[in-house]
């Protein structure tokens, strides 16, 4: 077991029912609950509802309405990313990367249910059923066969190696089709525990799916576009036809005389992106009848006249097929990205491409309540009272204007925009005081009267750039670092100032302390620094340390600073701004742009989604262990016991003291430790720190 040392003052008697707060000299999260999935990959389609595969989770929408989508459930797996998915009875079969494939139970698609998962080995990143068998592609070139005839304990039964890279899969009769690098595979599965190579037809790019409908093979190859192979034989393959694009092809789909391409050109952006239609009367000579354009379409499923699309930017996407070229959007589910978060009671505010409310009040459950799409993105929120405001920037950062936003909250299910204000360069943070609007941009700090919600008013300005700001009393921290005077908004200007490295990102401020964090870009290494900003004329560096990523946003828990960066999360010890200590690294979180802290939670704004976790003392490997000796027993009641009412010895790792995870060690730890060993009460936990 991993122990922190523990220094106390005196003999430790805590009182009755307050305690004393847990202190620990390194922490780490642990993952609660997700939401706001993003990075659409793939959708399987059932009856009323549409299955959506996220780059880091799953999202069940009712299309029962389609014009009106509805969010039913969501499903955030600890597997790996969500990639290919199929639909067959009443299960759901997804593909998860390095997670393997899992079986969910949607019989009641408002709570889903994994009932089984199986992990081969590699990089899954698609699945077929066919009967009581699912067959899996692997990035690397595998190939597997696997019986699902019970679901709860799905089987390996043949493995087929040697293929340069497998995208996708699909199955008829007793034949595999297997999109790889190098065109399309024939594999012989009539007997599924002796899987046998048949043949390859070369498309020299990579297949990465494919509908096969009279007895040809309709493919979407990468650059090459649509392929269109005859198969007299399964080992008789060759290409027929095709229609080249400029860009990537990933998706394709085949209803009657029609074939739909998914694409996305990487090199003129939405220009020629999105949903491809060919007459395939002749499928020597695809002939292109439709185009309807969207950011970046991934995977195509047709049913009746409606085109759903999987794009990765905006989500599912509804078309309406019937009559081409007149190609039309119906309806969506727009995912919504991640970049800043506020929280406010049990209510967490997002924005990103859109803006989202939250509930949180079960961190294990979030639940989406109401959502705005943005046609530009936000990166800072803040929520005073029944408002929301946002700032944020179209496109790009460096080159083009940004934008203000009101947004009523008065209701959950349904906030609106009531006021929306244009900035001549991008806006990056905000803070509010009263009733100023203080927006930090590319170029510059603007001060908003918000005094009227509906017309807010630039009143003053000052040249700065100004990636976060925070604001106290008389005082507008930047943290480059500058300090400025703004006892009167309408003429702000600098107070003092010192100089960091890096790009600054974000400042905290605690006490006269300022915490600052930035990054270095190609250096991929951050920095944070402490200030001491007693005297705001002349603030005076304290410390500084570094993260092995760029460092993006901070905040302060406890006597910890916890940073955000490119590769995850960074602690460090504050409880001496002057001595900074690095205190741990969580790197599974990926990128996170922001953190709001919450009692003993972090809700981390990151590119794929919400994540909601769980801090606490890196030593807690076996809470309700006070004596450390590797149990849980009756003598670490008699220990906890000894400690807070006897002056003996504390806890090696007081946050294992903490057995009912309160973030306080107290008589209540006792007591359930206690219905834990005796009276079939619920298991200790590692508290919050």
Known sequence: MRKAAVLLSGLMILIFVIGSPLSVGSMTAVSVGSTLWSAMQDVAVNGNYAYCSMEKGLVVVDISNLSETRFVSQIAPDSGMALGSMIAGNYLYVAFWSGGMGIYDVNDPASPNLVGRINPGGYINDVFVQGNYAYLSDRYGFFYVVDISAPSSPQLMTTLSGFNGAFAVKVIDTVAYLG???????????????????????????????????????????????????????????????????????????????????????????????????????????????????????????????????????????????????????????TQESRCVAIAGNRA?????????????????????????????????????????????FTSPYSNTGQFAIISITDDQNPYVISSTSLPKAGFSLAIQGNYAYLGGYDSLQIFDISNPLVPVIVSYFPQRCDYIAVRGDFAYIPHLKILNISNPLSPHLEGEDQIGGAAADIVLRGDTAFVCAWTGELMMGFVYSFDISNPAAPLMLDYDYTGDDAFCMELKNNFAIVGTYGGLYYFDITDPAAIVSSGHDAVWGYVSDIAVAGGYGYLAVEDGLQIVRFQGTCCDLPGDFTNNDLVNILDVTAMIDNLYKGGPPAACVAEADANGSGVANIQDITYLIKFLYLGGPTPICGPI
């Open 180 to 334: 790889t690098s190098s065109g399309l595979v024939t594999i012989n599965v009539a007997s599924p525990d002796t899987s046998i190579f048949i043949s390859i037809c070369s498309t020299q790019t990579r297949v990465y799916d494919i509908a096969i409908a009279n007895g040809i093979a309709y493919v979407a190859c990468e650059s090459k576009g649509l392929q269109v192979i005859a198969m007299p034989r399964p080992d008789d393959m060759y290409i027929l036809g095709g229609y080249g694009i400029i860009g990537g092809a990933y998706g394709v789909d085949v209803a009657g005389d029609v074939a739909y391409l998914a694409r996305y050109d990487y090199s003129s952006g939405i220009v020629n992106s999105g949903l491809m239609a060919f007459d395939i009367t002749n499928p020597e000579v695809p002939t292109l009848i439709g185009l309807y354009r969207d950011p970046y379409g991934l995977k195509v499923s047709i049913k009746d006249s409606i085109a759903f699309v999987a794009d990765r930017t905006l989500g599912l996407q509804l078309i309406n097929i019937l009559h081409p070229p007149s190609f039309g959007l119906i309806g969506e589910y727009r």
């Open 349 to 393: 505010y997002v924005a990103g491409n859109g803006f989202s409310i939250i509930d949180i009040s079960d961190n294990s459950n979030p639940i989406v309540l109401g959502q705005i799409p943005f046609d530009y993105t936000g990166m800072d929120v803040a929520v005073v009272d029944t408002l929301a405001f946002v700032t944020g920037y």
